[in-house]
């Protein structure tokens, strides 16, 4: 979580925690509440896995060069910290702290998510010119086509009139309505309307693997397209506990040890249909 240096090297954490010493739960607030939970481990996934995967890839290559291996140490929220690419390079060239909805990227522009009739989202990003015209043309608001990013008045003046328009209609309505518009505007998505959108469908982001007893299970798909080498998932893979035995017999472990084992609660072995595994 936080690294092997640092006085905060021991100390127990979570991806929140994470995420809170960052500075990235304050910069992605609202002004008039508190930070929202994320719903998904952004520390744990960009940190723990893709700045990982980085970091390993790029260490193999040294040693492709060099025969040398070496120790990777990444933390966590060194890597969310690391996220602050473009606001955190304005404030170390002198510009004002990053904070609530004060940037282009955090709700201090027309950048941000707007209400419909029926209580719905759409997200609008609409920040270059050609996009933000056609936006403000559709909304009926073409005054407001040169609107500049770094103009916070003209900025305000646009959401004020932008939430009042998307309030108008309902929320499909508006979806057919940008369906036909390249303009940087899309709908705020359930789980399962996501994964029925013809876009990941066509891209197979939902799959069908087989379990170690021949039935096929939904799984979300990997996101490599790789032109030469396709991700092949022929297997759904074990349940939570289901090498737990075999694994203590390797390591040498008598039968009558493994059930001491097991009673003390330690370790749990899982076997499908088993609700307790």
Not at 75 to 94: C, R
Not at 96 to 117: F, I, R, V
Not at 254 to 263: S, T
Request: hydrophobic residues 35%; aromatic residues 8%.
């Amino acid at each position: 979580g936080y690294g092997q240096t640092g006085p905060y090297r021991d100390r127990a954490g979570h991806d929140i925690n994470y995420l809170a010493l960052s500075g990235l739960s304050e910069t992605s607030r609202r002004k008039d509440s508190g930070p929202v939970p994320f719903g998904f481990q952004l520390a744990d996934i960009a940190g723990g896995s893709y700045h990982m995967a980085m970091a390993v890839l790029a260490a193999v290559i040294h040693r492709q060069q060099t025969g040398e291996g070496q120790h990777i140490d990444l933390s966590m929220t060194d890597a969310v910290f690391s996220m602050h690419a473009l606001a955190g390079a304005e404030w170390l060239s002198g510009a004002e702290e990053p904070s609530a909805e004060n940037g282009m990227l955090n709700g201090g522009t027309l950048y941000d998510y707007y209400e419909t009739l029926d209580g719905r989202w759409i997200s609008v990003g609409s920040l270059e010119p050609v996009f933000l015209k056609r936006l403000c043309l559709q909304m009926g608001i073409p005054e407001e086509q040169n609107s500049h990013l770094d103009d916070a008045k003209s900025q305000n003046r646009l959401k004020e009139k932008l939430r009042a328009g998307f309030k108008r209609k309902y929320f499909q309505e508006w979806v057919e309505i940008f369906q036909m518009l390249d303009a940087c505007v899309e709908p705020v998505l359930t789980m399962s309307e996501a994964a029925n959108h013809p876009q990941l469908q066509e891209r197979g982001m939902i799959k069908k693997v087989p379990n170690e007893e021949g039935d096929l299970i939904l799984q979300i798909s990997s996101p490599f397209r790789f032109s030469k080498t396709p991700v092949n998932s022929g297997f759904s893979g074990q349940i939570p506990g289901a090498d737990t035995l075999s694994t203590l017999r390797e390591l040498g472990w008598e039968d009558e040890r493994i059930k001491a084992f097991l009673e003390t609660g330690a370790c749990g072995v899982g076997f499908r249909g088993d609700s307790n595994n």
